[in-house]
């Protein structure tokens, strides 16, 4: 019976480590663009856009007291 002694030296070893790593990240971020996508055609909003959009409802509640305040003075 014949014995395979496999050798993957450490050049190798680190090639094929970044590679699943990097296939990984790209599913990840490629399948995290697809459901952004889809939930936007059904009006959700995600990620920068509702940040944008729930700090700039903030800053216009805060600002109106303000406003208010001033035109009483």
């Known amino acids: 019976m014949d014995t395979l002694f496999a050798y993957i030296n450490p050049f190798t070893g680190s090639l094929i480590l970044q ?8 599913g990840g971020v490629f399948f995290y663009n697809i459901k952004v996508f ?23 509640k805060l600002e109106e007291p303000n406003k208010e305040t001033q035109k009483a003075a």
């Open 19 to 26: 590679f699943l790593v990097l296939a990984l990240l790209t």
């Open 38 to 60: 889809v939930l936007g055609l059904f009006g959700h909003k995600t990620g920068a856009k509702a940040e944008m959009e729930s700090s700039e409802d903030l800053s216009v």
